[in-house]
């Protein structure tokens, strides 16, 4: 078998097309594979605006598509194209080769090859590992994401969750909205305002989904994004649901922890131990922190508290948790007596609960599992990861989609 038998048998490419030469550069370390249509091309082409019988016109200039490594080396196809036009309406068309990808200058395997890895690795690495530059990379990602995200169908979403995902420390936001039954991610908009609600139902209403057919939405305590449900989908509840609560109290017990340490330094080694549950220490810790709640001080006092309010999430009924929840905040203005400014911030989470009743009980009232908005945490991480050194909106979309979108992306 000659070479160009044996790359022609290898691509699969059948009648229509052969091998005419093989080339190795070996200073290029490149293999350079030559191919032809045959007339056998233009037996079932149809002209493409009003389907007569093609003939053969002319053909386009070399073009060449990556496709994946001979042994070691890179390899490409190169061919003229044949160019068809029509006997009837004289319209001119470039015939379609069977190897092509979507994103030009690719062959559909090295396009899904790439994709395998631009799941697993930043965008930068694998264009260092597959010599090819990265925008060249982001380009074939968006031509992945956008069609079939563009075909994806949103008619059951009912229960949604939306979340910022911050794209640089402090400065912008990205608002991200999640279907918490399908678990993936819907929809993403720049900013973190109420104004991102009709973006999403739009996006929604496109993707055949309904406004009125959100039941609830799973949310943290921003102003912003219960007017925006209150503007767009009135008959979703908002739900605070656990995760974002206790984010909230975890966070306040930390700046009481970070207050108090300026006057008791040895607070400093504690800042983990007081995170913790303490299912999850060892004997050791669990050593340490029985040592450090002996003590009188307004961070452990805030860490008990916060167990506490953990604790109520385990109590069956809203009316119950509400009556120990309501005694929470009580137990919390007692603790400001005692510790005056320290206990500021917890005071303050205090007032927040007593503001957001509806939506912290609707926990208990729709119950749904917050296990996905939870993880959404580690997939911006994932996401801004892999996305590094090229951090504007789009592209960070385009990365969302893949890594949670749950789209039809090319396998290989
Ligand atoms: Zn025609």
């Known amino acids: 078998m000659t070479p160009e038998k044996l790359f022609a048998e290898l691509l699969g490419l059948g009648l229509k097309w052969r091998v005419t030469e093989c080339v190795f550069h070996k200073d290029r370390s490149q293999v350079d594979l030559q191919l032809e249509h045959t007339d056998e091309v233009w037996k079932l082409e149809?002209?493409?605006?009003?389907?007569?019988?093609?003939?053969?016109?002319?053909?386009t200039e070399p073009l060449r598509w990556r496709h994946l490594n001979v042994m070691q080396y890179r390899c490409e196809i190169?061919?003229?194209?044949?160019?068809?036009?029509?006997?009837?309406?004289?319209?001119?068309?470039?015939?379609?080769?069977?190897?092509?990808g979507k994103a030009?200058?690719?062959?559909?395997?090295?396009?899904?090859?790439?994709?395998?890895?631009?799941?697993?690795?930043?965008?930068?690495?694998?264009?260092?590992?597959l010599g090819e530059t990265a925008p060249r990379l982001w380009r074939l990602l968006h031509q992945?994401?956008?069609?079939?995200?563009?075909?994806?169908?949103?008619?059951?979403?009912?229960?949604?969750?939306?979340?910022?995902?911050?794209?640089?420390?402090?400065?912008?936001?990205?608002?991200?909205?999640?279907?918490?039954?399908?678990?993936?991610?819907?929809?993403?908009?720049?900013?973190?305002?109420?104004?991102?609600?009709?973006?999403?139902?739009?996006?929604?209403?496109a993707h055949n989904g309904h406004r009125h057919a959100l039941t609830e939405v799973a949310m943290d305590w921003s102003p912003a994004y219960r007017k925006g449900v209150r503007e767009t989908c009135r008959n979703a509840t908002v739900v605070h649901d656990k995760y974002h609560v206790m984010a909230n109290l975890i966070l306040a017990t930390e700046k009481v922890r970070r207050r108090e340490q300026k006057q008791r330094p040895e607070l400093k080694a504690s800042r983990w131990l007081l995170r913790?549950?303490?299912?999850?220490?060892?004997?050791?810790?669990?050593?340490?922190?029985?040592?450090?709640?002996?003590?009188?001080?307004?961070?452990?006092?805030?860490?008990?508290?916060?167990?506490?309010?953990?604790?109520?999430?385990?109590?069956?009924?809203?009316?119950?948790?509400?009556?120990?929840?309501?005694?929470?905040?009580?137990?919390?203005?007692l603790g400001?007596?005692?510790?005056?400014?320290?206990?500021?911030?917890?005071?303050?989470?205090?007032?927040?609960?007593?503001?957001?009743?509806?939506?912290?009980?609707?926990?208990?009232?729709?119950?749904?599992?917050n296990a996905f908005m939870e993880g959404l945490n580690s997939v911006f991480s994932a996401v801004k990861r892999r996305a590094r050194g090229f951090r504007s909106f789009v592209y960070l979309r385009t990365m969302l989609y893949l890594v949670a979108g749950k789209l039809r992306v090319p396998a290989l």
């Open 46 to 59: 149809r002209c493409p605006q009003c389907g007569a019988e093609a003939k053969g016109y002319d053909r």
């Open 78 to 100: 190169v061919c003229r194209l044949p160019r068809g036009r029509c006997p009837q309406c004289s319209h001119t068309w470039r015939v379609r080769p069977p190897w092509e």
């Open 104 to 129: 030009g200058g690719f062959s559909k395997e090295f396009e899904a090859f790439a994709l395998l890895l631009l799941r697993e690795m930043a965008v930068e690495r694998v264009a260092r590992t």
């Open 144 to 205: 992945h994401v956008d069609a079939p995200y563009a075909e994806a169908d949103f008619s059951q979403v009912c229960c949604v969750g939306v979340d910022e995902m911050s794209v640089r420390k402090g400065h912008k936001y990205i608002s991200v909205f999640a279907d918490r039954i399908k678990k993936r991610v819907l929809f993403a908009a720049e900013d973190r305002d109420a104004g991102v609600f009709p973006q999403f139902i739009a996006a929604l209403e």
């Open 276 to 333: 913790q549950n303490p299912e999850h220490l060892s004997e050791e810790q669990a050593a340490e922190l029985a040592v450090l709640t002996q003590s009188n001080l307004a961070s452990v006092k805030a860490y008990q508290m916060r167990l506490a309010f953990q604790n109520a999430y385990r109590l069956p009924h809203a009316s119950a948790a509400r009556r120990r929840l309501e005694a929470w905040c009580r137990w919390v203005r």
């Open 336 to 369: 400001r007596k005692k510790f005056g400014t320290l206990f500021v911030e917890m005071v303050k989470f205090a007032e927040s609960v007593e503001r957001h009743w509806d939506g912290i009980l609707a926990h208990w009232k729709h119950g749904l599992t």
